[in-house]
């Protein structure tokens, strides 16, 4: 249960559901996704990577497909739908996956009311989180299993020929809208390329000769239309769970700079460039040591390698296990 989806919603933690979903399916699972928001390009139902995807058509919708014949094994509650899909699970006694993005209290209090029988977290950083938060809750031991699955980002979709633009994806402010156009003030002989968000309202300034800014764009358009245009990905974001772009660019040996949230610092590691999104001078100061030969040469290095460290097809087989495993503990107490 999502409230949006790929292709026509192409957030972080879209992305991420997808890329666990799409990994069930080649597996053999059957995979329906229920959106909970109406979308104009979303008005029939559809298959993508083998997930089907049914639109919103009332509030109704998981109601009518619980009861009717393709009643699943097991509902993955997912964001804002986290509350409800806990109910239904509870009403009609089917097990509650939580895929958690994030460690907004919203998510925490949904996880701590259950049920759950499984939740999966996107960092480690983010886990130790909700165990601190629940056993602060009173709750010991935590009653369900858990465990990490990392963004999967899979090198062949998006490696490619780094450009030449100084990249900022999502121009919310919360994402560092306004420190890219200060950059770009900054540095006027550098190119930089804005690629408008999925979501927050995007920070657009007058035109400046060295700025393009770009559409939304879908998963399968990232790697011509972003990475083979960039070569500094800027991630000054004021909260970051993981940071699936900066991995996303470093498929390519893209360098990202970043502020130093947990999930940049727990995803990127020694690959990252990290600067506090404030300090607008260091943010120049490192853009022109990425600028030379060798200090943008061994940056790439480090960030081609990174992405191979983060092969995601560990973590998505554990989660196909753990899936399994929920599978069976249901069907049994229906038995």
Known sequence: MVHGYVPTHNAGAELTIHAMLRHLTGLGSAVDVLLSRPHPDVVDASVVDGVRVHPYLNNGDPIRFIEGPNRPDVIIAHLENQPRACALGDVYGIPVVHVLHNT?????????????????????????????WLLNQGIDPLPFPRLVVRPAVHPEDYATTPGKA????????????????????RLPNRQFLGVLGAYG??????????VELVAHQSPTRMRDNVYGRTRVLLMPSDYESYGRTSIEAACSGIPTIAHPTPGLLE????????????????????????????????????????????????????FADAMEGVTRRGLARVG
């Open 267 to 318: 995803a990127l590691g020694d690959a990252g460039t990290f600067v506090d999104r404030n300090d607008v001078d260091g943010w120049v100061a490192a853009l022109s040591r990425l600028n030379t030969p060798k200090g943008w040469a061994l940056a790439s290095r480090k960030a081609k390698a990174r992405a191979a460290e983060l092969t995601p097809t560990a973590d998505l087989d554990r």
């Open 166 to 185: 100084i990249t900022l994806i999502n121009l919310w402010d919360g994402k560092g809208g306004e420190l890219f156009w200060r950059l770009a003030k």
């Open 104 to 132: 907004h209290d919203f998510s925490k209090h949904c996880l701590r009311r259950g049920p759950a029988a499984l939740a999966a977290f996107n960092t480690v950083w983010m886990a130790k989180d909700y165990e601190a």
């Open 201 to 210: 309202e995007q920070v657009i300034h007058a035109d400046r000769p060295n």
